[in-house]
């Protein structure tokens, strides 16, 4: 049974970091598509950064590119989201999210791409 659990959210000003995890049990980081979504009240989920291959390939959204970096480290088992010069709207719940195979430029971004999902933690940016 997959299980994926967040951790790491929490509130900044503008301009600060966080670091968000993912830890995944019964599941291979490395092998399969694994990405962070976000949503905001009233606003539909967006895809924010994916990655496969142990983070060879990664794929971000147009608003968090150069400020967002995604990684994972296989032994743990473990995605992350180092997240830098957060900004207000940034704020949302952030949600880990797990497919089967490997991403592509076409549908990383695609929620339906991912059938294992996290529990949420959130994140809220203040200015």
């Known amino acids: 049974q997959v299980r994926l659990v967040e951790s790491g959210g929490g509130s900044v000003q503008a301009g600060g970091s966080l670091r968000l995890s993912c830890v995944a049990s019964?599941?291979?980081?490395?092998?399969?598509?694994m990405a962070w979504f976000r949503q905001a009240p009233g606003k539909e989920r967006e895809g924010v950064a994916a990655?496969?291959?142990?983070?060879?390939?990664?794929y971000y959204s147009i608003s968090v590119s150069g400020r967002f970096t995604i990684f994972q480290d296989n032994d743990k088992s473990t995605m992350y989201l180092q997240m830098t010069g957060l900004k207000p709207e940034d704020t949302a719940m952030y949600y880990c999210?797990?497919?089967?195979?490997?991403?592509?430029?076409?549908?990383?971004?695609?929620?339906?791409?991912?059938?294992?999902w996290g529990q949420g933690t959130q994140v809220t940016v203040s200015s």
């Open positions: 999210a797990a497919a089967r195979g490997l991403c592509n430029l076409g549908s990383w971004s695609n929620a339906q791409s991912y059938p294992y």
């Open positions: 990655t496969h291959s142990g983070d060879r390939y990664t």
């Open positions: 019964g599941y291979s980081v490395s092998d399969n598509c």
